[in-house]
């Protein structure tokens, strides 16, 4: 049984980003799936590694488990929006506290090679926007893509990194929106 964990990173459960995740949980469950959906808005935790690798920073219970989470899944689906380019601050507090030195990746002694230590899993973005998509790959150059596929998934391990975007949110309408919850359940049914 394929193990998938999902990251809603946006920070008001009112949002399209918790109805596309519990689409894509739908999708997934109904495959036979074991799912566990996680909404970074419901837990409590400080977003600033105060001290950087220097000193650890005390993690909270709730963040061992989401580090726990993350071990124990085959397939991590992140879903949030795009804000300035990237994504929002309490997903990047999320990445900063928990992707860590000894857990996610550990570099080698007097070497500027590391080693990769969340190897064997895959990932799954799935991000909306109000930019036109074109012209966020285009003119932009997806900088919140490629930070959360290369900067930080593969760099600890995680491969193939597939990226899901939707958008723009803004002038979209029901139809429109209905279609992406129908497709991001798809991708939950394929777990991919």
């Not at 580090?67 to 899944?73: T, V």
Request: net charge positive.
């Amino acid at each position: 049984m394929k193990k998938i964990l999902i990251i809603n990173g946006h920070p008001d459960i009112k949002s399209l980003s918790t109805e596309l995740a519990h689409s894509y949980e739908k999708g997934a469950l109904a495959s036979g799936a074991e799912c566990k959906l996680i909404h970074l808005c419901e837990i409590n935790f400080d977003l600033v590694l105060h001290h950087g690798y220097h000193h650890r920073t005390h993690l909270e219970n709730e963040l061992i488990q989401v580090q726990q989470d993350i071990k124990h899944a085959d397939h991590i689906v992140f879903v949030y929006p795009t804000w300035w380019g990237t994504y929002p601050a309490l997903l990047k507090g999320l990445i900063d506290r928990i992707f860590l030195p000894g857990f996610a990746f550990q570099y080698r002694e007097n070497s500027w090679k590391w080693d990769k230590l969340l190897t064997g899993k895959t990932a799954r973005l799935i991000v909306t926007m109000d930019t036109p998509l074109w012209y966020y790959y285009f003119c932009f150059g997806k900088p919140g893509h490629k930070s959360m596929k290369k900067n930080i998934l593969e760099f600890c391990g995680i491969k193939p990194v597939k990226i899901s975007s939707f958008g723009p949110v803004k002038s979209a309408g029901e139809i429109k929106i209905k279609q992406w919850f129908r497709k991001v359940e798809d991708l939950g049914r394929r777990m991919i």
